[in-house]
């Protein structure tokens, strides 16, 4: 395990100390001191050459330095491997009777891996390649563990699970029919009546199958897994494709089936779901598509928490470099005022059985306006409006100059990333300011060379952001940029999407459902209200308190601040500061 020490800038007072920290560091590696001072007048510490020794730590007066561990694989705790050059991974989480238990962590880490080994859809082989490995072998691996119960439960059938996965998009491949014969195939009349109220489903029951919408898809493959499952349940991902209202249905839902005995499992990169749904946190880090690590158990505010740090006390490992950190900003901050507004008049636009009105409004550039609503009420539609792909009902297409559009679903063309990044980028492409700013933040330079047609989801979202930002433009077009996302590239974006706001002086409209995003990204909010797939009605952009409160207030649910990260949490329904912010009518969260 390699060791080295870092600073915390905020505790170091060199003038006071006179940095004996760089005074002892000892002459490493041709003698180079691994400590300095930077032009600022603080030392910096060089991770390549510090060696963790530790003397730095001693000589410091202010508790500014400590040595940590990063990350690297074990020797010990193996527990599955597919090959005898791919991906490992370490320990697993384990479910306790009558818990939530929530996983975090960054895509291609082992997330999934561990849900499917769970699940009893794979057979952990103990890094032992080419054998079979009994559960009676896995049991006993996992001696006098909360494991060991579930693993002898499950291989004697005492435990039937129930098991969601990630890609709800291929339901339609494998699942013929109507809704209501999906679900009826899995329980009788009665329960397919009671999940399907639950989870508002009722209207869809007579519909089929390959009619219905991502949303739709998801909620439906929520219900096949409540209905399937007996004692264990595990959701992969539920919040995909869902708007705030339906997360917040969904994430009460499968909380309580937790009740009695039931054991439950969630991933899933809304961290205000994630954070409203789970009881325990198990962490995954380590190296993507080469090994990952599981890390807990946490409570769920500590876990989330000491995720954004990027450092986990339980090991001393720092697995990130820098920490995911929201501001701590007034909720009437007011928007950005770069340059002349950019207008827009007030528009119709229907469609059978759909009408949206839009009211007038206007924007300034230097602003990222989120776009928030149910599904279904016109989001999408607007955007369209604006990039003049769609037409209003008077039949005049908006035309603004240097407009770059992201669609909701991107289209996987024949071509490498190279060739639609050059495409889009023209001349930046080779420049310094491109790649730091863009290209290395998103880490797209290990799928360069690959085809669009080749890439997962998550990748081909990644290289859509990058070829709607690369464009250079007066308004951005984003729909839904966070879905297939995790948190840390979620947390890139956002703040791709802030900066390019502000240097570029452009306008950015997003259409997102992740609130954390939007609280991180936004400074202004558009708010669409109505009846999902009757008629919606857009809100001119607002400050965020007003718009935010405007939202919430519709589907019932508050936020809070966490005094820590300053990340948005969902208050429970009915606590006591649940009902304070109602009464006062402040949903969003408290003024400071």
Same mark, same amino acid.
């Given at each position: 395990m390699i060791r080295v020490a870092v600073l915390d800038l905020d505790k170091c007072q060199p003038t006071k100390c006179g940095t004996p920290c760089v005074t002892y560091c000892p002459p490493v590696r041709n003698r180079i001191d691994a400590i300095k001072i930077a032009e600022n007048g603080y030392p910096v510490i060089d991770e390549v050459l510090c060696i963790g020794c530790g003397i730095c730590v001693a000589k410091c007066p202010f508790d500014v330095i400590s040595v940590v561990k990063l990350p690297t694989e074990l020797e010990s705790d193996l527990i599955h491997q597919y090959g005898v050059n791919s991906f490992r991974l370490y320990r697993l989480p384990y479910?306790?009777?009558?818990?939530?238990?929530?996983?975090?962590?960054?895509?291609?880490?082992?997330?999934?891996?561990a849900m499917k080994l769970i699940a009893g859809q794979l057979t952990p082989n103990l890094g032992r390649m080419g054998e079979v490995v009994s559960y009676e072998e896995v049991g006993r691996h996992f001696r006098g563990t909360l494991l060991q119960d579930y693993f002898t439960r499950l291989a004697s059938g005492e435990l039937r699970v129930g098991y969601k996965p990630q890609q709800v998009d291929v339901i339609p491949k494998v699942a013929k029919?109507?809704?209501?014969?999906?679900?009826?195939?899995?329980?009788?009349?009665? !329960?397919?009546?009671?999940?399907?109220?639950?989870? %508002?489903?009722?209207?869809?029951?007579?519909? *089929? /199958?390959? &009619?219905?919408?991502?949303?739709?898809?998801?909620?439906?493959?929520?219900?096949?897994?409540?209905?399937?499952?007996?004692?264990?349940?595990?959701?992969?991902?539920?919040s995909s494709y869902l708007d705030i209202k339906q997360r917040m249905v969904v994430a009460s839902v499968i909380r309580g089936l937790s009740a009695g005995d039931n054991r439950v499992l969630v991933c899933d990169h809304d961290l205000a779901v994630l954070d409203y749904v789970s009881d325990i946190i198990f962490l995954f880090y380590g190296e993507t598509s080469v090994y990952?690590?599981?890390?807990?158990?946490?409570?769920?505010?500590?876990?989330?928490?000491?995720?954004?740090?990027?450092?986990?006390?339980?090991?001393?490992? !720092?697995?990130?470099?820098?920490?995911?950190?929201? %501001?701590?900003?007034?909720?009437?901050?007011? *928007? /950005?005022? &770069?340059?002349?507004?950019?207008?827009?008049?007030?528009?119709?636009?229907?469609?059978?059985?759909?009408?949206?009105?839009?009211?007038?409004?206007c924007v300034y550039p230097g602003?990222?306006?989120?776009?928030?609503?149910?599904?279904?009420?016109?989001?999408?539609?607007?955007?369209?409006?604006?990039?003049?792909?769609?037409?209003?009902?008077?039949?005049?297409?908006?035309?603004?100059?240097?407009?770059?559009?992201?669609?909701?679903?991107?289209?996987?063309?024949?071509?490498?990333v190279e060739e639609v990044l050059r495409r889009a980028a023209g001349d930046k492409f080779e420049g310094e300011s491109y790649r730091s700013e863009l290209f290395d933040p998103l880490r797209l330079n290990k799928i360069i060379d690959r085809r669009l047609t080749e890439l997962s989801g998550g990748e081909l979202q990644k290289v859509a952001i990058a070829e709607a930002l690369s464009r250079d433009a007066a308004i951005y077009l984003l729909d839904e940029p966070s879905a297939y996302l995790d948190v840390e590239e979620r947390y890139v974006v956002a703040k791709l999407m802030k900066r390019m706001a502000i240097d570029h002086k452009s306008c950015i409209f997003l259409v997102e459902h992740d609130i954390a995003v939007l609280d991180f990204a936004a400074t202004q909010i558009m708010v669409f209200l109505g009846r999902p797939g009757i008629e919606g009605f857009a809100q001119p952009p607002t400050d965020l308190r007003t718009g935010f409160n405007a939202l919430l207030r519709e589907l019932g649910v508050t936020f809070r601040r966490d005094p820590a990260t300053n990340r948005p949490r969902i208050n429970k329904p009915g606590s006591r500061l649940d009902r304070e912010q109602k009464a006062l009518g402040e949903y969003y969260y408290l003024s400071s």
């Open positions: 479910m306790e009777a009558g818990k939530v238990t929530g996983i975090i962590g960054r895509n291609g880490i082992g997330k999934s891996t029919g109507r809704v209501r014969e999906v679900l009826m195939r899995l329980a009788d009349e009665s !329960r397919v009546a009671q999940i399907s109220q639950d989870l %508002q489903l009722t209207h869809l029951l007579d519909r *089929e /199958v390959s &009619a219905l919408s991502g949303g739709e898809l998801q909620k439906l493959a929520i219900a096949a897994t409540i209905l399937r499952g007996r004692s264990v349940y595990i959701f992969d991902e539920p990952g690590i599981v890390s807990g158990p946490y409570g769920v505010r500590e876990g989330i928490n000491t995720y954004l740090e990027g450092y986990t006390p339980l090991e001393n490992v !720092r697995f990130r470099n820098y920490k995911i950190t929201f %501001q701590a900003r007034s909720p009437q901050l007011e *928007e /950005v005022r &770069a340059g002349e507004p950019i207008y827009w008049n007030a528009m119709r636009k229907s469609y059978d059985g759909f009408r949206l009105s839009v009211s007038e409004g602003n990222v306006i989120g776009i928030v609503g149910q599904n279904g009420i016109g989001k999408s539609t607007f955007i369209k409006l604006l990039a003049g792909i769609e037409a209003p009902d008077d039949g005049e297409r908006l035309e603004y100059r240097e407009i770059s559009y992201k669609p909701q679903h991107p289209e996987a063309v024949d071509a490498t």
